[in-house]
């Protein structure tokens, strides 16, 4: 079974401090993605990633940024948090090979931020 | 905390009910189609998927129904059951672009 693991299910931080998020996945999945959700929003697309290295903006990447640097760990950075970064956050992973667009997901991170 | 729940559509139904499920979807290149399950506290999960050439998809006790002509997506539960209960959301995408999701339903089965 494809497993996609996230540092942390709850999370406090104060606002200004600098946030990380990770996630792993154990499938070699070369795609990985961000995502905040909020209720009445639903899932909001932040930052993704095709490749090592690779990153591309979602529809929500302010105030965001990531890192890539190993096939398998997506990570989700908050440079300097604020109370509006309160969220569910939720890394996925998923693959081409096999012609699906399938993603997986990771338990999800619910961060407060005071 | 809040959940995802709040400010969503709510279907309840009865312990041994069939459900569905409606997701109006917005891309008509949209080729691929995806229903997720969300339990509380959880990450989504994959329950079915269905690609524009098919009309009609059936799993373990879950269908979908795909009509492009409306851009309508459809899943149905058979004898719903109380571990039914969650927030079912639909995913479309075109090509290999990332996937577009719905704002879910959630599901309430009494026993």
């Known amino acids: 079974d494809v497993k996609v693991t996230q540092s942390s299910r709850y999370l406090v931080k104060r606002t200004g401090e600098k946030v990380f998020l990770e996630c792993v996945q154990d499938m070699d999945h070369e795609n990985m993605f961000w995502y905040r959700q909020d209720p009445g929003l639903g899932l909001r697309l932040i930052y993704f990633?095709?490749?090592?290295?690779?990153?591309e903006k979602g529809d929500i990447p302010e105030g965001y940024s990531v890192s890539r640097e190993k096939k398998e760990r997506f990570s989700l950075i908050l440079e300097s948090a604020s109370t509006n970064q309160t969220s569910m956050y939720l890394c996925?992973?998923?693959?081409?090979?096999?012609?699906?667009?399938?993603?997986?997901f990771g338990p999800g991170t619910r961060l407060t931020v005071l | 905390g809040e959940s995802v729940g709040l400010h969503l559509p709510t279907l309840s139904v009865q312990e041994g009910d069939n459900s569905i499920i409606n997701c109006a979807y917005s891309n008509s290149a949209s080729d691929y189609f995806i229903w997720y399950k969300q339990e509380s506290g959880k990450g989504p999960q994959f329950i079915i998927d269905i690609r524009s050439n098919m009309d009609k998809r059936q799993g373990q006790r879950v269908t979908v129904l795909l009509n492009k002509t409306v851009k309508h997506l459809s899943l149905q539960i058979a004898a719903t059951q109380p571990g039914d209960s969650a927030v079912y959301f639909c995913?479309?995408?075109?090509?290999?672009?990332?996937?577009?999701f719905g704002k879910g339903t959630m599901l309430l089965v009494s026993p």
């Open positions: 996925a992973s998923s693959s081409i090979a096999g012609g699906r667009n399938e993603q997986f």
């Open positions: 990633s095709y490749d090592v290295k690779m990153k």
């Open positions: 995913a479309e995408n075109e090509g290999y672009s990332t996937l577009t």
